[in-house]
Structures are given as C-alpha cells and as structure tokens.
C-alpha cells in the first residue's frame, strides 16, 4: 500500500485497504491535533496489535509513554514542536535501567526518552515497571 500526506489533511491511497490501513489513515488526519495537544512532538512508527492496545488511552491519540522503548528501525519520522521541524527516520532514544523499588513490590526496571535528533528536545518520556 502506498499513502501520500499532502498539507496534513489530504490523503492519496492507492490499492486495496484493510482495517489497519484505514487506522494508518485515521492517524494520520489527526496529526496536526495531536500536535497542538503533544508538549514534544509526535512520532510514526509501525506498532503492533498488543502495543497499540497498550498506547490506546480511549482517545484518537496513541501515547509512547504507554508502549514503552521501540528499536529505531520501527520509526518512519517524527515532528519536534521546539524547533517545528518534521524529520525522517528516528528520534534518538536513550534509556537506563535503575532498577529502584519504588514501594509495594514495584520496580522501575527501565526508563527511557525519545528526543529530537536535532535540537534535544523530549519528544515523549516512557518508563517500564515490574508490574
């Protein structure tokens, strides 16, 4: 399947579409809402069933914060608010793995950043819990 974005609304498929494509689709048109409601930016990436479950909130948008560390390689492109920039490929990402209790059995096992390539700027924060 091909899809072209041209002034963040006006979407160009071609070939058959499919349930997924149709969220792709939907995804997309909502951009330019997700990015005046994002602090850092947002991000394509190719997520699986189980992680955009995870990302899903009840709301049009899927978070990262929810999904947890992606390899590079899942990411298409990204847009930074800070320097109002979208660029191809991925964001950095830098993570550690504390691994502090944080009370009642729970571990901090990873936390990690999605920044900007260019500027530095967060893109989206996420962490990862024992439970």
């Given amino acids: 399947m091909y899809i072209s974005v041209f002034d ?6 071609k070939d058959s579409l499919t349930s997924i ?3 792709i689709i939907n995804a997309i048109l909502l ?16 997520l699986t069933e189980q992680e955009e479950l995870r990302a899903n909130l009840g709301v049009p948008q899927i978070f990262l914060a929810n ?13 930074c608010n800070k320097c109002g ?6 964001p950095l990402i830098s ?4 691994n502090e209790e944080l009370g009642e059995g729970v571990i ?3 936390k990690g950043e999605y920044k900007c390539k260019v ?3 967060v893109i989206a924060l996420y962490r990862k819990f024992n439970k």
Avoid: Q, W
């Avoid at 963040?8 to 498929?13: E, I, K, L, N, S």
């Avoid at 809402?33 to 947002?42: L, N, Q």
């Avoid at 920039?85 to 991925?90: I, Q, R």
């Avoid at 993570?95 to 504390?98: A, G, I, L, R, V």
């Fill in 8 to 13: 963040m609304g006006t979407v160009d498929v």
């Fill in 21 to 23: 494509d149709y969220k």
């Fill in 31 to 46: 951009v330019d809402k997700i990015k005046k409601a994002c602090s850092g930016g947002y991000a394509f990436a190719k």
């Fill in 67 to 79: 999904v947890g560390r992606l390899s590079e390689n899942r990411f298409s492109k990204y847009y």
């Fill in 85 to 90: 920039n979208e660029h191809s490929g991925s």
């Fill in 95 to 98: 993570y550690e793995n504390p």
């Fill in 108 to 110: 901090l096992i990873e």
């Fill in 119 to 121: 500027c530095n700027n």
